[in-house]
C-alpha cells in the first residue's frame, strides 16, 4: 500500500531538549516536505527536498532542520524546541507535477 | 507571492443541503489548484485537483470544483450533504512548475446539522 509514515504520532517534551520526528514513504517520491498546521492558519511549509542531498526552506523554517540521505526518509530536527513549535505537523511526498501524498500527522507539545 | 483565501472559517448546512465552500487565489498566472479534506485526528485526503483540460473537476464522495479563471476562483461543491461529509477542507495551490509547494488556505469547517 502506497503510503507516507510519520513516527511518533504524539510527542510531549520539554524546552530545549532534542528531538527528531521521522517521516518515510514507499513510492519512490523525488519530492518530499514537511508541513505545519496551526488553527486559522492552514497548513505552512516548513522544509522541502527535490531528491537525496538537495533540500531548501520552506515558508517558516526558522528552528527547524532536516535531511535528506535516503530517498525513502525526510526526518525533522528540532536541535532546542520552543513552545510557539508546539503545533501539528505533516510530511508530505510526491512526484514532479502530481499530487501530494501526506502522512498521518505528529502532534507536538513543547512546554 | 502566491495566497489562497477560503471565505468563512465555519459552514453550517442541514443534510441534504447544497455544499459550498469558496476558494479564491491570487497568481499571475494559472497554478495547479487542490482540494484536501481533513477529518478529525487524521491526515489530509485529497478530494480532488486542476491542472489543465475541463475546468470542471470531479472528485471523490460526490464533490466537484470549477476552476474560473477570471474570477480566480475554485468554489467546492456538493448538491447534497451528509452527515459523514462533516470536516475541515483546504484549498492550495501550487505553481506549474513546482507542485510540491503547496501554499493553503486557512481552511473551511464543515458542520452538517441532522
Known amino acids: 500500500e502506497a503510503q507516507v509514515t510519520q513516527n511518533p504520532r504524539y510527542l510531549i517534551t520539554v524546552t530545549g531538549k532534542k528531538l527528531t520526528v521521522t517521516c518515510s514513504q514507499n513510492?519512490?517520491?523525488?519530492?518530499m516536505s514537511w508541513y505545519r498546521q496551526d488553527p486559522g492558519l492552514g497548513l505552512r511549509q516548513i522544509y522541502y527536498s527535490m531528491n537525496v542531498e538537495v533540500t531548501d526552506k520552506g515558508d517558516v523554517p526558522e528552528g527547524y532542520k532536516v535531511s535528506r540521505k535516503e530517498k525513502r526518509n525526510f526526518p525533522l530536527i528540532l536541535e532546542s524546541p520552543s513552545p510557539n513549535q508546539t503545533s501539528l505537523y505533516f510530511c508530505a511526498s510526491s512526484r514532479s507535477g502530481e499530487r501530494s501524498y501526506f502522512g498521518p500527522g505528529t502532534r507536538l507539545t513543547v512546554t | 507571492a502566491q495566497s489562497v483565501t477560503q471565505l468563512g472559517s465555519h459552514v453550517s448546512v442541514s443534510e441534504g443541503a447544497l455544499v459550498l465552500l469558496r476558494c479564491n487565489y491570487s497568481?499571475?498566472?494559472?497554478?495547479?489548484l487542490f482540494w484536501y479534506v481533513q477529518y478529525p485526528n487524521q491526515g489530509l485526503q485529497l478530494l480532488l485537483k486542476y491542472t489543465t483540460g475541463a475546468t470542471l473537476v470531479k472528485g471523490i464522495n460526490g464533490f466537484e470544483a470549477e476552476f474560473k479563471k477570471s474570477e480566480t476562483s475554485f468554489h467546492l461543491t456538493k448538491p447534497s450533504a451528509h452527515m459523514s461529509d462533516a470536516a475541515e477542507y483546504f484549498c492550495a495551490v501550487s505553481e506549474r512548475d513546482s507542485s510540491y509547494k503547496l501554499i493553503f488556505g486557512s481552511g473551511t469547517r464543515l458542520l452538517v446539522r441532522p
Open positions: 497568481s499571475s498566472v494559472p497554478p495547479y
Open positions: 513510492m519512490n517520491h523525488e519530492y
